[in-house]
């Protein structure tokens, strides 16, 4: 297949990586210096699959520039950690609002690498495009199709909040120097989502405080809920939902 | 050296496996079904040094039933999570409250590994004694000098809230299903602290309730100031202070 990938940082490199393998691919990105590696898109105008890969800031700009270029059949999809915002305009090609549940701390090209969708769930909130779907299954990742709406809510839940409240942990922390002194390796486990970049973290935190707000609140409740009852039988159960989950 | 071990779970296990291989070691614990492997801590009379390793709500127990058979020079290490309650009573032999911070999800002898220790602090809060120093030194550990106030209420800070939290996490997100169903290796991670054993984290949620109160209220604290100020500032600082931990 013909792909394009736009950003090549640890999601669109791992793309790249890993497609290359089989497919035709153009990736464009940015050097550190600013200067563009493809003077513009214009090099993306055969392509069948488009992956926008760009910080989260820079999106719209991007999808809007790629307005001016592409044919009505191409098929775009972004990987934002959000999607109700990018799914606001009706595009003059077929976008597809999509997010790869995957990422390690790390950023940038040098950190991306083969293999990291492999078992990842891969969420979608557009219509069922096989093209796009072969792509996702061949890196060994499973689409999961819902709503803008409820992606946004549960990246806050699992991601957004929990990285919000990793980096509270270091903040608290830091005013006890034994307690900086002696950690170990469940509160480097715990903290470890506020290594987070900051351009990712701002973006997500700026746009979707909402549902991170209330995310807050349900795990404020949770704490309180959780010593209430049967504390041993309540940790079993706890224990039971995220065996599950992993 | 002539070392005793009472209880061989994840640390008194890892501790037999570590020392058994240069000093001579006994270790005492109870199969599964409750029987003594060994009928009295009787043989435990002429042991230079004993780790006790038993869980948190049957360690008093154990610490008192040595007083009948040790001589007084017999050095003495307990292994709990918390320190304030086991230095409350003199001891007729050098009893020494000791805590390594090293641990995994997993309990019991057969989770028991050589190496556990190596590299982890291993908090002291009785008399800078040789013996012990030398041991804990020799497994790879840095033995670090506080009080046990000080130190019940660091590991309030990064261990029992963390654990709590990531209780409460799991708790939280159950009620979404998509939320249960996407998350991945950043919720895995946060929330690793959720699979400690249940008899850990009951003992230390009892035993440590008002210290873990405290740090709650400073983390819902540090929750409310991350974004007051510069946020980018702030998470540039939060990875500056947790790189220099780990």
Redesign the interface.
């Known amino acids: 297949m013909k792909i394009g990938i736009i950003g090549l940082g640890l999601i669109g490199g791992s793309l790249f990586k890993d497609l290359k393998k089989l497919h035709d691919v153009i990736g464009i990105s940015q050097s550190q210096n600013g200067e563009n590696i493809f003077k513009s898109y214009e090099v993306l105008k055969d392509r069948e699959l488009i992956f926008v890969c760009t910080p989260m800031n820079k999106t719209l700009k991007v999808l809007d520039e790629l307005e001016e270029i592409l044919p009505p059949d191409t098929v775009v999809a972004d990987v934002c950690s959000l999607k109700e915002f990018v799914s606001q305009k009706q595009r003059p090609y077929k976008f597809i609002p999509s997010h790869p549940?995957?990422?390690?701390e790390n950023k940038g090209f040098e950190s991306s690498f083969c293999g990291l969708f492999k078992g990842?769930?891969w969420?979608i909130t557009g219509e069922k495009n096989e093209k796009l779907i072969s792509i996702i299954e061949s890196l060994g990742a499973t689409p999961?199709f819902?709503t803008a709406k409820?992606?946004d809510?549960?990246?806050a839940?699992?991601?957004h909040m929990?990285?919000?409240?990793?980096?509270?942990?270091?903040?608290?922390?830091?005013?006890?120097p034994?307690?900086?002194?002696?950690?170990?390796?469940?509160?480097?486990?715990?903290?470890?989502?506020?290594?987070?970049n900051?351009?990712m973290?701002?973006d997500m935190?700026k746009m979707n405080h909402k549902n991170i707000e209330q995310?807050?609140l349900?795990?404020?409740?949770?704490?309180g809920?959780?010593?209430k009852g049967d504390?041993?039988k309540?940790?079993?159960e706890?224990?039971s939902?995220?065996s599950?989950?992993?």
């Open positions: 549940m995957a990422g390690t990842a769930k969420v999961v819902t409820k992606h809510e549960a990246v839940m699992i991601s929990p990285m919000v409240i990793a980096q509270a942990l270091v903040l608290a922390a830091k005013e006890n034994l307690a900086i002194e002696i950690a170990s390796s469940g509160f480097r486990d715990t903290t470890r989502l506020a290594l987070s900051e351009e973290a701002c935190v995310s807050i349900k795990l404020y409740k949770a704490v809920d959780l010593t504390y041993p309540t940790i079993v706890i224990k939902i995220r599950k989950m992993f």
